[in-house]
């Protein structure tokens, strides 16, 4: 391809994967059946996600055990990929290796946050992360690391034998709403934390904390290959619906990549 080619060359389409979490947060908040998350999961494939992500984590705050074999037996069956988020333990490892996820993504997990509060550190656990993403590559898991956009987090993600990393975004999205004059920083960062890692070989993704007003500026990086969004699709569905909350994430983000939907 020529170089006028690739610039006239339309962007690649940019996959969404919806985090089903909190549907689990509501119906565990009264110990009942409903909402079921594997429900959700077929709505949001339906509507234009591209996959599912759900975390199973250790104290089964949300996603339970059932969950997580209802929706590798859902997204198997609709050919669809399930992104598995974990902490690097030796239980969720075991779990992940049994259902044998499309792909996996390991996560920092401390038992008192509310939510996932920043990015794994890999330098600092290099040694406890490298087998765990080598026993998941064995396996046939595609693993991806969740992490900050920083340049040694990045190189050691490479170093550790990872095919993906997913930057965390809650920074640049939180900055965004509280009209920080730290959000183009923090966008900045994330520009070239997407370019590094793709330079690296690695294919990035993105997500956290992304609603409608913080999409198209982390869509239209053009080395983030997918964004998984979750608590706010959930929360916008209260009011608009999943099906409408999601089409019109899938069209903010067509949007920003273009207009590239194919």
């Given amino acids: 391809m020529t170089a006028q080619a690739a610039q006239t060359a339309a962007p690649r389409r940019l996959r969404l994967g ?76 075991a779990i992940a290796l049994a259902h044998r996820p499309h792909a996996a993504c390991l996560v920092p997990e401390h038992r008192l946050e509310i939510t996932t509060e920043g990015g794994l550190d890999v330098v600092g656990q290099h040694n406890r992360v490298a087998p765990v993403v080598a026993s998941l590559k064995g396996a046939g ?75 198209g500026a982390v869509a239209a990086i053009p080395q983030i290959a997918e964004l998984n969004i979750g608590h706010f699709l959930i929360g916008e569905a209260i009011f608009a619906g999943l099906d409408p909350a999601i089409r019109r994430m899938r069209a903010l983000m067509d949007t920003a990549r273009g207009g590239s939907a194919a």
């Avoid at 079921?36 to 339970?64: C, K, Q, Y």
């Avoid at 923090?186 to 070989?201: I, P, S, V, W």
């Fill in 18 to 93: 919806v985090n089903i979490d909190h549907v689990a947060t509501i119906r565990n908040a009264r110990g009942e059946g409903y909402p079921d998350p594997a429900r959700a999961a077929e709505v949001a494939l339906m509507a234009g996600a591209d996959g599912i992500t759900a975390h199973l984590r250790e104290d089964r705050r949300h996603i339970s055990d059932a969950d997580i074999e209802a929706l590798a037996d859902l997204t198997r069956r609709r050919g669809r990929p399930l992104n598995f988020e974990m902490a690097v333990t030796t239980e969720m490892e």
């Fill in 141 to 215: 898991v595609r693993v991806s690391l969740f992490i900050e956009a920083d340049p040694a987090q990045i190189i050691a993600a490479h170093g550790v034998g990872a095919q993906v990393i997913e930057l965390h975004t809650g920074a640049y999205c939180l900055a965004v709403r509280e009209r920080r004059a730290t959000a183009p920083r923090l966008l900045a960062a994330l520009r070239d934390g997407a370019a590094q890692a793709d330079a690296l070989g690695l294919e990035v993704h993105a997500g956290h904390g992304i609603d409608y007003e913080t999409v």
